[in-house]
């Protein structure tokens, strides 16, 4: 058998790799759907197709040191669709990190799972994770990556890509591939988060220009590791980066931002709140963005990061992007716990015009 498989950044992945999941997303996702509808007497006569059942048997560990609604969510029901079981392993539950080192766990985890899908806190835990288990195991958040988000969002921003191109009119209809999306200009005003590290690395390589802005302090800027990552795959290049939030927004198609105040900050709050003034995204802060601009965040969102009017308006794709959580997990689920193909040495099915 090959070296084992894992995925801790989308960083890891060829432009081509990466649309290559978001596309198994939407396939799954438009395979899956009919069989969540509730039941009728038309749906016996339909033509279903089930989903990938790469999981049939198998348990994927949920290995979460932080809370989580939307990862675990998606990651339990997309398991079960996939024909698998979704373990949820808070860190109340085993032994990680009390009475048994990472890489023990690791191992006793992968002998009995077929997969890990860890939360963690630092990145150096599920660098150790990674390092000796027996099974893949996948980045389901740590201090400095957050790649299920960002496909996430990249599948969103397709399917909606007619709200960026008036050629394509209206939303494609739901049995036709994912449409083109025309290059965008992607604005982020916030903290450098793991959110952002993931966009920073994916965006400009799949043809995309990003304008970030952030406040001077040396905490909120991009840490060296992550840049690091960023130069070595040339994604600089199309990267503005300042501390004036105004600026960031100019000419953009879409505006993202992430909390100010991650897990275990909440001591600085005070501080943090003090440094983003100014930074809440609101119609009055992006009036030189696109016209048509779209908002995203991964949730959950606090007021002081954007405003109602914003966040609840017709600008907003947080619901649709929350909901395309659970179909990309589902994409990587299949594709590395249950082909140990991420990489795409398969042929994967797709729908076709």
Request: glycine share 6%; charged share 20%; net charge neutral.
């Amino acid at each position: 058998m090959s070296a084992v498989p894992s995925l801790m950044s989308l960083a890891d992945l060829t432009a081509p790799q990466i649309m290559r999941i978001v596309n198994h997303a939407h396939y799954l996702k438009q395979v899956s759907l009919p069989w969540l509808t509730p039941q009728s007497s038309s749906k016996k006569n339909a033509r279903l197709r089930m989903p990938s059942q790469s999981l049939f048997n198998k348990s994927v560990a949920l290995l979460f040191s932080k809370r989580s609604t939307r990862t675990r969510v998606s990651a339990e029901t997309a398991a079960v669709l996939l024909g698998g079981r979704a373990l949820f392993l808070g860190r109340d539950d085993i032994q990680l990190g009390v009475n048994e080192s990472p890489r023990d766990t690791a191992r006793v985890i992968g002998g009995m799972c077929q997969g890990i899908f860890a939360r963690v806190g630092t990145h150096e835990e599920i660098e150790e994770l990674a390092r000796y288990s027996p099974v893949p195991v996948l980045n389901a958040l740590s201090s400095l990556w957050h790649p299920t988000q960002t496909l996430a969002d990249v599948l969103t921003l397709h399917e909606h890509a007619h709200l960026f191109d008036a050629a394509l009119k209206i939303p494609p209809p739901a049995n036709k591939p994912l449409p083109h999306l025309r290059p965008l200009t992607v604005a982020y005003v916030g903290d450098s988060t793991n959110v952002l590290h993931d966009m920073l690395v994916t965006y400009p390589r799949l043809g995309h220009k990003m304008r970030v802005a952030s406040p001077q302090e040396p905490a909120y800027q991009c840490p060296k590791p992550v840049w690091d990552r960023v130069t070595q795959l040339g994604c600089d290049k199309n990267i503005w980066w300042g501390s004036d939030p105004k600026q960031a927004v100019q000419g953009a198609d879409v505006v993202v931002t992430d909390t100010w105040i991650s897990m275990g900050q909440e001591a600085e709050k005070a501080q943090r709140l003090q440094d983003f003034s100014g930074y809440q995204v609101t119609e009055a802060l992006c009036r030189d963005a696109n016209p048509d601009w779209k908002f995203l965040h991964c949730l959950p969102r606090k007021q002081e990061e954007v405003d109602d009017e914003v966040f609840y308006g017709p600008r907003s794709l947080v619901f649709p992007e929350s909901d395309n959580r659970k179909w990309t997990i589902m994409a990587v689920f299949d594709l590395l716990f249950g082909k140990w193909d991420l990489h795409g040495e398969k042929t994967l099915k797709i729908i076709k015009e």
